[in-house]
């Protein structure tokens, strides 16, 4: 995925809503990685 292109069409359009990752459950702390990657990846 090229995810600098994502963050930036998403500021396009003021993008300010949320964003839900389609995973396999997980414990807490597997879940609380998956969030950290995707404030890093989608710059939120």
């Given at each position: ?27 807490w702390d597997y ?14």
């Open positions: 995925m090229n995810w600098p292109a994502v963050r930036a069409e998403l500021s396009k359009i003021d993008f300010t809503g949320r964003a839900a990752a389609e995973v396999k459950a997980g414990d879940l609380a990685d998956v969030a950290k990657r995707m404030v890093r990846v989608l710059d939120l």
